[in-house]
């Protein structure tokens, strides 16, 4: 399991949050990002999986088991994560497009 998991970033506007999403689909905070480009998240759960999905309303498009880190390029404009079963805790950066 990774906790208190950092990131570094060499300057720009990013969005950095820790949350907890409940079992139902949650949208990500963007903060002023307009269009969300790159990520790296970090599932600090350490028994249950994280879910992405492409909105609140959409489709599962990653799975990230506990302490299980990714990243990568949102191909959407809403992303939204949930609990698999349970209230699960992440860590996460979003740059913009």
Known sequence: MVSNAKFD??????????HSFAVTPEALDLGDIVTPGRFKIIN?????DLLLLDSVAGNVFMRLKPGEPCQGRFGCAAPAAQGDGFVVTA???IFPA
């Open 91 to 93: 860590r996460y950066r």
């Open 44 to 48: 600090n759960d350490p028994t249950h």
């Open 9 to 18: 970033s060499s300057g720009g506007i990013y969005v950095e949050r820790t």
